[in-house]
């Protein structure tokens, strides 16, 4: 069945460092895929996403490659703010209308001054 | 804020019980998505409504169950409710892929 995984569960990076967010996927059909943000009390914020035809997107100060022969995500955050400080998510899916999207357990990523 | 709004935010009922959560959708959107949050888990897919019909089911049992209104909000019922039913439930709207949760209710059942 379809599952998303995280390889680590938390994340401490220095203020100003670049942080890297990683996450395994096991179905080799997923065809989209999303980072959320979610900070304490809200829900999931939308950060990137990127489809399987391409192997690296990048928005504001985030990074997102795709190795689809490892089934492996990662999210890069560039010089990491204490307002980057949250539970981060990867989220995938084989629908094409993005109906039913798999989340990983998530990573806390944690901001030191 | 994504525009999308949830009510109410917080929630307590006990075993048993039933419980509707409404959601309204981000203008535009006519699709609305439906998660449950555990404590420290990501997500998990409940259903999806598109244009006032179910567009796909997670996992979850027949006493979960929804609506789509015109307006293109929503309401997710759960009947019978059990101890394991406390989570955060998350709407979601899109009107393509993207997702766009808001915040949550937050529900506890005694």
């Known amino acids: 069945g379809e599952s998303v995984g995280l390889h680590l569960p938390t994340l401490s990076v220095q203020e100003g460092d670049n942080s890297i967010i990683n996450c395994a996927y096991s179905?080799?059909?997923?065809?989209?895929f999303i980072w959320y943000k979610q900070e304490s009390g809200k829900g999931p914020q939308f950060i990137i996403d990127i489809r399987s035809n391409m192997d690296k997107r990048q928005g504001q100060r985030v990074t997102v490659l795709l190795n689809k022969t490892v089934k492996h995500l990662s999210l890069q955050i560039a010089a990491t703010q204490p307002g980057d400080s949250a539970v981060y998510f990867c989220?995938?899916?084989?629908?094409?209308?993005?109906?039913?999207?798999?989340f990983g357990p998530g990573t806390r990523l944690s901001v030191l001054p | 804020e994504t525009g999308v709004t949830q009510s109410p935010t917080h929630l307590i009922k006990t075993r048993g019980q039933q419980v509707t959560l409404r959601c309204s959708s981000q203008s535009g959107h006519n699709t609305v998505s439906w998660y449950q949050q555990a404590l420290g888990q990501g997500p998990q897919f409940i259903f999806q409504y598109y244009r006032e019909e179910e567009n796909g089911r997670g996992n979850f049992p027949p006493r979960f169950s929804g609506l789509q209104f015109p307006n293109y909000s929503s309401e997710l019922n759960v009947n019978a409710l059990e101890l394991d039913d406390s989570a955060l439930y998350l709407c979601?709207?899109?009107?393509?892929?993207?997702?766009?949760f808001g915040p949550g209710t937050r529900l506890t059942v005694l």
């Open positions: 179905n080799s059909a997923s065809d989209y």
């Open positions: 979601a709207s899109s009107s393509d892929t993207i997702q766009f």
């Open positions: 989220a995938e899916t084989t629908d094409n209308y993005g109906q039913n999207f798999v």
